[in-house]
């Protein structure tokens, strides 16, 4: 078992054609990784998740090496008009968009040109930073709204075994540009492997960006993704995640709305089964006046299972005027499951409304009494029950057919066990 | 069209210091000024090595960082760490003994020792810097076999009570500034309330810090036994000198089956000027057992002094149907700093917690809720509710909430909500039209804000709990 | 008692009172009737002397000009708002908040200060004049009241703070006919000689049972018609369109 996992600095010579500056920032990122090792729950952010005890449970060895895969041919989902990327183990294999205007879309493989952002406190972020080099580059025009929804088909082949994969991922909408997309996990791999991904979303003035996030079936997958978002003036951001079926997962989402009207909203669902661990982490920093953001995580967790979530809603002072929300729930259904939530306010700002709420629990049972009295049994009742408790978050889907699609996957969830 | 007449702050009332001639211990922190507290004490040997236990142990311990409010480090070589008045040396047997100064000083606390002229139906025991000066009634509640007295007595004459329960709930090697209390303590109080007695009294500990460069470190060990019930109230005030100056006060609780104790705070040291020089640090660890089935232990502090005020009066609910519950209401203004909550462990099944919390902060203040709620695998059928309101006024000052919330147990139930908002123009408008200026006004919506907590204090109590929640945010509006 | 001059006033520099003239005598009432957004309730704010309104103009009450005087000074001389909206203050008991506000009305006309007994006698004998259930003074101030016992509740304070000029922001609105009696009642029984009010409201109902000396109708932030009862019973037939 590997408990003090490191990186050898030769991975960094394995770059060629790199400029000096992006090699400084790989190997000062590495040096950093290793310095401090994956994090255990000493660190604040990583209190409930104690990856370097994870890490060292379930690996003998982790290969940082990046593994070109091709997998067979993608099934695309039916009758639902799309484009699409594939990333296959992180990496973009194809894309298509054929819905669109091409010349509003530039679609590049991995690309990163900001050799200054070192982050303080991360050290998967670090560890991205030092290694990664795969993932995509998507940025739209100004002034396109797009046709149709983007899937992102995200494919793990059945070579991964006990590797870890990092890529970097970009999105960026131009002003009054809008883009949906879908982000599907499709995991083939029967073994033990970590994806850590590093995310940057980039909002323009007035663009918009609705995603969804489904995780699919029961994998031996353990999950990193840490995710930068930013917002200028008037830009909306929505998504919407279902999560589920990971050994390990936790998603680092930040907000940064920098722009007066931004608005962000943030809508969480799983289903957590024995084994799962599963974290939600926001940070969402209100910077500047009458910008709003509203979060909604729900959480069901069955046997030997483990939920966390934590949110910090940061207001500046000179944001005024701003409109903040939190809301986390759980329902435990089991003694060996566990939810652990710091919902956090630190606000700088007095003409705000921030609030939050947490809550965990077990299933209602009066409600399981009515529906048994109504002839279920006592586990179909549970089942109706945690299907109505996610279908609150579903039902915030404006699209009826992706509503449809995701009803489905949750439905599959809760019967697959 | 704004009021005029307002932003004279007032001066805080308690500043004053008392001259008298006082004994101290040598300067700084040592196994030597450990023995001299020991000694003048006239401790047993017993209590000596649980102390020097605690300094050795304190060697290898660091401050803790965590928290939100940073202060300049402390120089523990620099302080001392005992100081009592001279005519105090031997405990005066009654109150015809007690240095006149020292009743003069209480009376301009508004604390009459004098029994005739008492606050009607409360026993005080009066902690002046490191020693207990004076406690009233014990005739009484000696008749009742509740004793009531300094630690020190307890330990000289209830050792068996002493030693079982002294550092129960907090241990020695808790944590830093618990430690070093462990090490140094001076004085404080001690309670114990025999089974089956309803203690017919408010028992009430007064702190007086008057020396300068002097740490407090007192100890206040709470015991109801099996069925018994007390209700203890702490007040406590400082001179307003320039320095920074430490309290690092250990409480323990431990309430056994069917015990209840009520354990009210309402803290009021110096808070530094208008420019945070000065003031008091307070680093308090307060902690209650709930040892007994069907027990209850529940905390009430109003915290609207000191300029770093940081503590997290805690339940451990250990038996089974125990109850704890957490009201406090923290005041900021100015550069006043805190970082408060409460933990709240659940062990024991069918355990219930409620957390009421109020953070108000003005000038350039911080307030922090910081709380934990743990329900253990074995707690079932436990609940918390846990509510957390922050008032801000201005946007100079901060309002923070960090909840730590922990559930292993399915047939558990947490809630918790904050909310944060200021005080309403409309409200303002309105109690204005009818005749109240901006600072009247204000102390009327906040103590309106407050008020969950402030019924929660015994009746002498809530009316001066009132009138300074009024007057720790004047100047606040304008 | 009161002399209104060439008022005018403005808010995030958006004219809303463009230029209003009314005299009130002592022992008068004055009816305000209006459509919406005509500048009726500003009126009741300026004259209460709420913050955020530029203003100019003179507003002349017993003598002496009100405009730099702040909202609680004015209220300690004698004027009352009963709110269109009575603002909720959580956690605040009625009775609390009353008796501070007359005390503070009492000290600065120089009377003693009441101690809680004699005020809450005060209480009991005048909400028993008006027929308001004394509990609601009870409970948390305006928190959960509903309409109409929000407006009882300003109805009540007028009574026990016992003004002497009055102002009646669309008090009439939204209530049931025994609530709209109570309130009548309570203007009735508190006109004499040396008291005044100003009485805005939609409705000629209101004004059947309190009898206004004049009646005035207020549209784009200034008096364009001004008679008696005739004209409220006119306008309540034909509408404010055809008032120019």
Redesign the interface.
Known sequence: MINNFKVNSNEIDKFKKISKQEKEFRIKNLNLFNKNGFPNNKS?DW??SDLRDIVSKNFKKLDVQIINSKSKNTTLIKNFDHNFLVLINGNLSSSNFDFEEKNKIKIKNFYNDNFSDINKYNPLIHLNHALSDTGYSLEIADNYKFKKTLVIYNIFTKELNENILNSRNKIQIGKNSELHTIDLVVNESKNKFMNNVYENVILKENAIYKNICIQNEKSDGFFHKFSKNTLSSKSKYSSFIFPSGLKFNKLDLEFNLEGEGSECNLQAASLLNKNDHQEIKTRINHLVPNCKSYQIVKNVLNTESKGVYQGKIFVK??A?KTDAYQLSK?L????N??????????????????????????IDETSIYYLMSRGLNREESVRLLVSGFLNEIIEMIKSNSIKKFVQKKIEEQIHGN | MKNQNINTLEDYKYGFTTDIESIRAPKGLSENSIKFISKMKKEPQWMLDWRLKAFNRLKNLKEPNWQKPKYPKINYQDLYYYSAPKSASEKPKSLDEVDPKLIETYKKLGIPLNEQKRLSGVAVDAVFDSVSVATTYKEELTKKGIIFCSISEAIRNHPDLVKKYLGSVIPLTDHYFATLNSAVFTDGSFVYIPPKVRCPMELSTYFRINASETGQFERTLIIADKGSYVSYLEGCTAPMRDENQLHAANVELVALDDAEIKYSTVQNWYPGDKDGVGGIYNFVTKRGACRGKNSKISWTQVETGSAITWKYPSCILQGDNSVGEFYSIAITNNHQKADTGTKMIHLGKNTKSKIISKGISAGQADNTYRGLVDIGKNASNSRNFTQCDSLLMGNKCGAHTVPYIKNKNSSSTVEHEATTSKINDEQLFYCNQRGMNQEEAVSLIVNGFCKEVLQQLPMEFAVEAQKLVGISLEGSVG | MLEIKNLKASINSRDIIKGLDITIKPGELHAIMGPNGSGKSTLANVLSGKNGYHISGVIQYKGKNLIEIPVDERAQKGIFLAFQYPTEIPGVNTNNFLKTSLNKVRKSKGEKELDTLTFLKIVKEKSAELGIDEKILSRQLNVGFSGGEKKKNEILQMKILDPSFMILDETDSGLDIDALKTIANGVNSSRDKKKSFLVITHYQRLLNYIKPDFVHVLSDGKIVKSGGMELAVELEKTGYKKIK
């Not at chain 1, 435990?332 to 003694?335: A, E, P, R, V």
């Open positions: 604040e209190k409930f002072d000179i005024q759980a435990l259904l089991n003694d499951s566990e939810f652990n939530s710091k919902p956090e306010l630190e606000i700088y700002a007095d003409d705000v409304k921030c609030s939050h709420g947490s809550t965990s629990g077990s």
